[in-house]
């Protein structure tokens, strides 16, 4: 979901043309209208499920709600308090707020395709073993029709991680590291 920042419109006997210029949602926090005019604080042991729909309710200058769409929150997260006070002061950003809260959370936030603001867990965004298998090399039709090799010394790599599935449908998954001393690309 995009907001639009602003627009150029210019108009000749020949040509109508209108330009938006497009930011993210987030524009909302990290922009002027998230600027703090007062500082805020939110104490410890203060759960999730309160502090970010004040935030998202939060009033700006003119009246308006940052963002009327609910927060999406992974369920790992049901329960969770912040671990430490959340301080930001005036002139700070809302977003400040956000960063604050997702790292004591250990997650990634970021707005959907439909808007809404989600917190989802970062070690399961990082961990490839739980991830889908976008490449499969079949086994029929495999034939070779054309070998050539270029070596590259800078461009060289001495560890390869392979993950790839079986046919008990496991993700399965294999380093292989050069740690041979008389190497000249050992780790």
């Not at 790992?76 to 707020?97: D, H, N, P």
């Not at 936030?109 to 439909?114: P, R």
Request: hydrophobic share 35%; charged share 20%.
């Amino acid at each position: 979901i995009y907001i639009i920042d602003g627009f150029d419109f210019s108009y000749t006997t020949s040509q109508r043309e209108v330009t938006y210029q497009l930011k993210d949602k987030f524009c909302i926090y990290a922009g002027t209208t998230g600027t703090l005019d007062v500082g805020y604080e939110i104490p410890v042991d203060t759960p999730i499920e309160e502090v970010i729909p004040s935030i998202q309710n939060f009033s700006n200058t003119d009246g308006t709600v940052n963002d009327l769409k609910s927060c999406i929150i992974d369920t790992k997260y049901t329960g969770f308090k912040t671990q430490a006070t959340i301080r930001v002061e005036a002139g700070g950003k809302l977003s400040e707020i956000y960063d604050q809260l997702a790292t004591q959370m250990s997650a990634e936030y970021y707005y959907n395709s439909v808007g809404n603001l989600c917190f989802y867990p970062l070690n399961e965004t990082v961990d490839d073993s739980v991830k889908p298998i976008i490449w499969t090399y079949p086994w029929l039709g495999r034939d070779l029709h054309n070998l050539s090799l270029n070596f590259q010394n800078e461009n060289i790599v001495n560890c390869v991680k392979v993950i790839g599935d079986n046919i008990d449908s496991n993700v399965y998954s294999a380093v292989v590291t050069n740690e041979n001393p008389t190497s000249p690309i050992c780790i």
